[in-house]
């Protein structure tokens, strides 16, 4: 967890799989409003596992899509057909895929303001 001066509580996923503690912890005592989870499925979870966590379990604001493990994007667009993709049809929030270069800033509610 990380919370910023501006009051933004974020919870980083790094290599994991699904806890209780996504619900308990990271949503019910710290309240998330951004997420950054790991989409990989590599010793953490995959696409549908992340839509999960965050859909049912943290129930951010906002997620970014990180450790894919493949190229995710081309030309500042999702690839079809990517597990990047997959993930940000089933979220139910708005899913933010980092490009290189672009910095990406959120409000206290874990909403995306410049570099969407």
Do not use: W
């Amino acid at each position: 967890m990380l919370k910023f001066s501006n009051g933004l509580a974020v919870y980083l996923s790094g290599d994991t799989g699904i806890t209780a503690e996504q619900d308990l912890v990271v949503r019910g005592h710290y309240g998330a409003k951004l997420a950054v989870i790991n989409i990989g499925n590599v010793f953490t979870t995959g696409p549908a596992e992340a839509a999960y966590v965050v859909n049912s379990l943290v129930k951010p604001n906002s997620v970014i899509a990180s450790h894919a493990n493949e190229e995710a994007t081309s030309g500042g667009k999702v690839r079809a057909g990517t597990k990047a993709e997959k993930f940000s049809k089933m979220a139910n929030m708005p899913v933010h895929v980092p490009l290189s270069g672009n910095t990406m800033e959120f409000d206290a509610s874990g909403k995306c303001v410049n570099g969407c």
